[in-house]
């Protein structure tokens, strides 16, 4: 197997997951909704953006559905796999939601429910694009 096909099954979700654990627990970041800001944009409105490390990630685990979401149209031998592994992160980030205090935040909260979302989507994708590829094999 080549190493774009082994990337291409590793679920987006466990990148943001390790990120989240290595700033929470290596660098001390708060992931508290309305944290400290980390800087200022002066919008054309009048009004000022000030995103914090908790907004920052919650739009990098929007960018990550995407493209989970992206990957799951994809049919495939690997499709199995890629839903497996994006079942275990969905469970590994309720269980650290759960269970250890760094990740009790309403910040990986809503990663962890993008994550199962991912999981829905993704089964319920693929079921419907093999139900059409077996209505077009003249099978139903």
């Known amino acids: 197997m080549n190493f774009i096909k082994v990337i291409s099954v590793v679920p987006l979700f466990s990148v943001v997951l390790v990120l989240y654990l290595v700033m929470a627990l290596l660098f001390g970041v708060n992931f ?9 944009i002066s919008l054309p409105s009048g009004s000022e953006w000030n995103p914090s490390w908790s907004g920052i990630f ?4 929007v960018v990550a559905l995407y493209f989970e979401i992206i990957k799951s149209t994809k049919t495939g031998t690997m499709t199995i796999v890629e839903h497996g592994l994006s079942m275990v ?3 590994t980030c309720l ?14 909260l809503i990663i962890t429910l993008m994550s199962l979302l991912d999981v829905v989507a993704g089964f319920n994708i693929t079921i419907a694009a093999a139900r059409r590829d077996f209505n077009m094999g003249g099978g139903g």
Request: hydrophobic letters at 55%; charged letters at 5%; glycine letters at 10%.
């Open 32 to 40: 508290e909704l309305g944290a400290e800001a980390l800087f200022t």
């Open 58 to 61: 919650i739009m990098l685990g």
């Open 89 to 91: 992160v969905f469970i």
């Open 95 to 108: 269980m650290l939601f759960l269970l250890y205090q760094p990740t009790g935040t309403s910040t990986f």
